[in-house]
């Protein structure tokens, strides 16, 4: 644990982060600059926390810890950030990628809370990361710790994960850093509507927020927010526990007896996945979409994949190349020539909608 000394500046820092963090959630139903302000001021405060509070006063023992803790390596990777804001000439507008977007109610509509990742670390521009033009690919804003630590635990993840990733590796290293949980809140914002005649439709609508959330332990509140987001530091992280479940749902065969496949999924000509339906006890059916390696896996496993065609149900069998066909009696592959698929619940979007909302594939692959 921290001595008495750097104990104190670290209170005062951990409030800064949670306060960083709470902005930073709101920012999400702002824009996308607000965003990026708000994700680069909970850096600094992570940063300060990381240098000047435990590494100054832990020394050598913390520096261990952190290198081997995936939560110090997401320090570490937020490093890189802080330097890069900090010093760069040039701002990185793609730093934050969208990666969601849902819809947040208020007044005469609906505003949008985007869900953030941050770039991929081949994605950071050479003037964004490199210390001048004619620097060496060695001479970075940051140390190779650090690089290292953007590449392993952060990039491409959840801005909101790592903060509380990050959150959580300090309380982890002094438990004393952990606040109570503040109550129940009836409304996490309230609209504002500037003085008006009443009659006048309003030309802007401003949204507060509750002041002091930052006083208690973060809790995030729900902005429309899917059940299975992480809102605490001291819950898992759902990003893993999603790589988890989905990787183990992929190594067990669909919850159905069988899966009919109707359509093909094309990007670009080239046939990347399957749609169709399952037998469903409570609605008679359910629509699937799936990649067309997992459809091989699946058919390598033993699941039953079937084609409707001339009134028969031709089986789904494995080929060369891990590839899959439905071969009719005369020997054409009626796999290959069903439809694209061109329905919501059949398309391409479909498709990578579940890939991004882990939850809606498990479900899927449990019917």
Known sequence: MLPDEQFAKAVTYMRAL??????????????????????????????????????????????????????????????????????A???????????????????????????PSWAEYADLPSAYVE??????SNQKRARGEAQHGYRMAIAGRSVVETLLDATAFFQQIDPRLMVEYGPDLQYAYVELLPDRDPAVEPEHVFLTRPMGLDTFEVLLPSLATRNTERRAAQWPAADD????????????????????????????????????????????SWSWVERTRQVWRDVRAGYRYL????????????????????????????????????????DLGRLTMVETYPDLYLSMREQ
């Open 241 to 284: 526990y999603f790589t988890v479940k989905v990787k183990a749902a992929k190594s067990t065969v669909p919850g159905a007896a069988y899966r009919e496949v109707r359509h093909v999924l094309r990007d670009n000509g080239k046939a990347v996945g399957y749609a169709g339906v399952s037998p469903d006890r409570l609605s008679g």
């Open 89 to 115: 000439a040039v701002g990185f507008d793609g730093l934050l990628v969208e990666r969601r977007v849902l819809g947040v109610p208020m007044h005469g509509g609906m505003i949008h809370r985007v869900v």
């Open 131 to 136: 210390l001048d033009q004619s620097a060496t």
């Open 18 to 87: 949670r306060r960083a963090v709470i902005a930073f959630w709101y920012a999400t139903i702002e824009d996308a600059e607000a965003a990026l302000i708000e994700a680069a001021q909970a850096c600094f405060a992570v940063n300060i926390l990381d240098e000047a509070v435990f590494e100054h006063a832990l020394g050598s023992p913390y520096r261990q810890i952190r290198a081997r803790d995936r939560l110090g390596q997401v320090v570490t990777g937020l490093e890189l950030i802080r330097n890069c804001e900090t010093h």
């Open 307 to 346: 084609v409707a065609h001339d009134n028969q149900e031709i089986e789904v069998t494995e080929t060369a190349h891990q590839r899959v066909a439905a071969l009719a009696p005369d020997g054409t592959d009626v796999l290959a020539g069903l439809p694209d698929g061109d329905e919501p619940h059949t």
